[in-house]
């Protein structure tokens, strides 16, 4: 039988999964388009200094981060579809308050409010995809499912920023509240169309957790996964355009091009690698192995490309390379699965999802550290421009840290998609 044939025999599933999968994407959307696409607008229209605007992203960010643990043990307990139900109340009230409201309080509100709502929806598709299509074909939905989400993100950047250049941004973020609206109803409207599992009578443990966190390949798991996810992550989203301006003398349009490049090749490497590993027996290690060593290369390749002055082309590909690393990492979230076990499934992918935004919520505060400890100038517009020995140093040390990981990742157990452990 085909892969195809037996994901539509359950058909039945696809009437919770589907919406499940739209409104993680409206997810993604919020966490992309604020406050990177239009920072200059909301920091002018509403009188917000830098300090506050960083703040603005981490109150979405560690929320969403802490968040995991609770999410994932409700969703392992009462499964992702009814955890989703009600933490899309939080995420609908957060969307819908951040564009009507100009009180910096009640916008760190609103982010938080977002933040945790959202923090149920990647997990609940963990585990909802594993239920529902079986652990055979879980790397083509939990990548399919990715995909979309990261499409979301993707409408959050360029396609975001040219509607905020004809509409009112708060217009278009509430418009888009409305779409998040309708998904989450046509959700609730479908769980009477496909029968959820019975809430376990079993008492409420932290257990899982300890012995997650005691397992040692736990952590090697998460080392590997949040080197390659956090650096992706702060070029994306941090750094990566000021540099291409900065340091490549590339314009602000050309500089946002390539980052959205990046979305689009790490959807592209995503997907492919969801294919790859169900057609390879579900094998996990060479991907991981694949995505760590991608990363280590582009990283180490920087160094001479910035300490030579290499033409702004040589950048983007880099850039594009450390793309098609992260389009891997779901990988790391199987490994971490199957080392762990299948009651856990939800905890097992929390603990790993929340080191890695809190690597990313760190290690973006830490860059601003490093980068302003260099010399640095200011323009009559009060425009920051880093000098070239501030990013030498810093991608010598995201060299380090990755080389680190990539010998590391060696280490890391091959599952075939097979659970090793079982917990009670």
Same mark, same amino acid.
């Given at each position: 039988?085909?892969?195809?044939?037996?994901?539509?025999?359950?058909?039945?599933?696809?009437?919770?999964?589907?919406?499940?999968?739209?409104?993680?994407?409206?997810?993604?959307?919020?966490?992309?388009?604020?406050?990177?696409?239009?920072?200059?607008?909301?920091?002018?229209?509403?009188?917000?200094?830098?300090?506050?605007?960083?703040?603005?992203?981490s109150a979405f960010v560690y929320p969403y981060a802490v968040c995991q643990l609770v999410s994932g043990s409700l969703i392992d307990r009462f499964c992702g579809t009814r955890v989703v139900l009600c933490g899309g109340v939080i995420f609908l009230l957060g969307i819908y308050l951040f564009p009507l409201c100009s009180?910096? $309080?009640?916008?760190? %509100?609103?982010?938080?409010?977002?933040?945790?709502?959202?923090?149920?929806?990647?997990?609940? %598709?963990?585990?909802?995809?594993?239920?529902?299509?079986?652990?055979?074909?879980?790397?083509?939905?939990?990548?399919?499912?990715?995909?979309?989400?990261?499409?979301?993100? %993707?409408?959050?950047?360029?396609?975001?920023?040219?509607?905020?250049?004809?509409?009112?941004?708060? *217009?278009? %973020?509430?418009?888009?509240?409305?779409?998040?609206?309708?998904?989450?109803?046509?959700?609730?409207?479908?769980?009477?169309?496909?029968?959820?599992?019975?809430?376990? +009578?079993? @008492?409420?443990?932290?257990?899982?957790?300890?012995?997650?966190?005691?397992?040692?390949?736990?952590?090697?798991?998460?080392?590997?996964?949040?080197?390659?996810?956090?650096?992706?992550?702060?070029?994306?989203?941090?750094?990566?355009?000021?540099?291409?301006?900065?340091?490549?003398?590339?314009?602000?349009?050309?500089?946002?091009?390539?980052?959205?490049?990046?979305?689009?090749?790490?959807?592209?490497?995503?997907?492919?690698?969801?294919?790859?590993?169900?057609?390879?027996?579900?094998?996990?290690?060479?991907?991981?192995?694949?995505?760590?060593?991608?990363?280590?290369?582009?990283?180490?390749?920087?160094?001479?490309?910035?300490?030579?002055?290499? *033409?702004?082309?040589?950048?983007?590909?880099?850039?594009?390379?450390?793309?098609?690393?992260?389009?891997?990492?779901?990988?790391?979230?199987?490994?971490?699965?199957?080392?762990?076990?299948?009651?856990?499934?939800?905890?097992?992918?929390?603990?790993?999802?929340?080191?890695?935004?809190?690597?990313?919520?760190?290690?973006?505060?830490?860059?601003?550290?490093?980068?302003?400890?260099?010399?640095?100038?200011?323009?009559? +517009?009060?425009?920051?421009?880093? $000098?070239?020995?501030?990013?030498?140093?810093?991608?010598?040390?995201?060299?380090?840290?990755?080389?680190?990981?990539?010998?590391?990742?060696?280490?890391? @157990? +091959?599952?075939?998609? *097979?659970?090793?452990?079982?917990?009670?």
């Amino acid at each position: 039988m085909g892969i195809w044939q037996e994901i539509y025999q359950k058909r039945q599933g696809l009437w919770i999964f589907v919406p499940l999968v739209l409104i993680y994407a409206a997810s993604y959307f919020q966490r992309t388009a604020l406050p990177g696409t239009i920072y200059d607008t909301l920091s002018g229209e509403l009188q917000l200094d830098a300090l506050q605007m960083a703040n603005l992203a981490s109150a979405f960010v560690y929320p969403y981060a802490v968040c995991q643990l609770v999410s994932g043990s409700l969703i392992d307990r009462f499964c992702g579809t009814r955890v989703v139900l009600c933490g899309g109340v939080i995420f609908l009230l957060g969307i819908y308050l951040f564009p009507l409201c100009s009180s910096i $309080s009640l916008l760190y %509100l609103a982010r938080a409010l977002t933040g945790i709502g959202a923090s149920t929806m990647y997990l609940s %598709l963990v585990r909802e995809a594993d239920r529902i299509f079986g652990r055979k074909n879980y790397a083509v939905m939990f990548g399919i499912a990715y995909t979309c989400g990261y499409a979301g993100g %993707l409408m959050g950047s360029l396609p975001f920023a040219a509607l905020c250049g004809v509409f009112n941004w708060r *217009h278009i %973020l509430l418009a888009a509240a409305v779409i998040a609206t309708f998904i989450y109803l046509l959700m609730a409207l479908n769980v009477r169309k496909a029968q959820l599992p019975p809430i376990p +009578e079993t @008492p409420f443990s932290l257990k899982p957790f300890a012995l997650i966190l005691k397992n040692p390949l736990s952590w090697l798991i998460i080392f590997c996964n949040a080197t390659v996810f956090c650096i992706y992550l702060v070029i994306q989203t941090v750094f990566g355009k000021k540099f291409l301006q900065d340091f490549a003398g590339m314009s602000s349009n050309g500089a946002a091009g390539v980052i959205f490049a990046l979305t689009l090749v790490c959807m592209s490497v995503m997907l492919g690698a969801s294919f790859l590993t169900r057609l390879t027996g579900n094998r996990r290690r060479p991907l991981a192995i694949i995505s760590v060593g991608v990363c280590t290369f582009s990283s180490l390749m920087m160094i001479p490309a910035i300490y030579f002055h290499w *033409h702004y082309p040589a950048f983007a590909v880099l850039f594009c390379l450390f793309a098609a690393a992260a389009g891997m990492p779901p990988i790391f979230t199987m490994i971490m699965q199957e080392y762990n076990a299948k009651s856990i499934i939800a905890q097992s992918s929390a603990v790993s999802n929340m080191f890695g935004y809190l690597s990313v919520g760190i290690v973006s505060q830490l860059i601003g550290i490093l980068l302003n400890c260099f010399d640095h100038s200011t323009n009559a +517009e009060g425009v920051v421009t880093y $000098s070239s020995g501030a990013y030498l140093t810093l991608f010598v040390v995201l060299a380090a840290i990755a080389l680190t990981a990539f010998a590391a990742s060696w280490k890391l @157990p +091959e599952t075939r998609g *097979h659970y090793v452990k079982k917990y009670k």
